[in-house]
């Protein structure tokens, strides 16, 4: 390196235009974390039994609720030579509303219903990572997007009037996309804002044979679902 690539350089660093000595590989090693959340969910049912109060003996609606989720991570990440990082974090959440009840009305009498209880307690994932490290003077940034699968902890209940109670619970999968930013404040800690949407589809079916004594042997219930959702979470990269 010659005498003005070193002179440049040393401006360069005494202005703050590069990052400071431990910035150059600092995105790689395992990290733990906690995070903060809002899930705004989309729930959509669809479901039939001869015995539903309404004529055509159908009960079909859609909700949306949305609920805090706070929970833990762990991942690891792997910065390149060319600054390009990639990596893979599982983490879990607990969300804070977990009941959401959807129910369909008797056309004749406002007092009698078919109530469906759906429950979303818990969601985890398994995403990777892939970003490109920013160093902008001191500060140091990971812009990235982010894609895998989410498992979603849910449940499914049907009563009436009349005493009919039918309950299942499932564990579902499904995919989801998204995109955020970390900001490394020191050595080994971190902030980071993240969005990303989840898509379970059926998310649960729910069996419902005999209404009001009126069998059926098709009757049941779906519930579709997906969500958006936006966190902020703390990390130290060991």
């Known amino acids: 390196m010659n005498k003005l690539s070193i002179m440049i350089k040393s401006v360069m660093i005494a202005m703050g235009m590069v990052g400071i000595a431990y910035a150059d590989n600092r995105w790689t090693g395992f990290y733990v974390g906690m995070d903060a959340g809002v899930v705004f969910n989309s729930v959509q049912l669809t479901s039939q039994q001869l015995g539903f109060t309404n004529p055509d ?9 949305s609920t805090s989720s706070p929970g833990i991570q762990l991942g690891y990440t792997y910065q390149f030579s060319n600054d390009l990082v990639s990596g893979i974090e599982a983490n879990v959440s607990i969300n804070t509303n977990q009941k959401n009840t959807l129910s369909c009305v008797c056309p004749f009498n406002p007092y009698v219903s078919d109530t469906f209880t759906f429950r979303n ?3 985890s994932a398994i995403k990777g990572r ?3 490290a920013l160093n902008l003077g ?10 895998g699968a989410s498992f979603a902890n849910v449940g499914l209940t049907y009563t009436n009037e009349g005493g009919d109670y039918y309950s299942n619970t499932a564990t579902q999968a499904g995919w989801l996309i ?3 930013i970390e900001w490394a404040f020191s050595q080994h800690w971190s902030l980071r804002a993240e969005y990303y949407y989840v898509d379970y589809g059926n998310a649960i079916n729910l069996n419902i044979p005999s209404v009001y004594g009126l ?3 098709n009757g049941n ?3 579709d679902l997906s969500s958006n959702n936006v966190a902020v979470a703390i990390n130290y990269y060991i």
């Open 57 to 65: 003996g159908t009960c079909n609606t859609n909700s949306d609720y």
């Open 121 to 123: 307690q818990m969601q």
């Open 130 to 132: 892939v970003g490109r």
């Open 138 to 147: 001191k500060s140091i940034f990971l812009p990235y997007v982010t894609a």
């Open 178 to 180: 998204g995109a955020g």
């Open 215 to 217: 069998s059926d042997p």
């Open 221 to 223: 219930a779906q519930v």
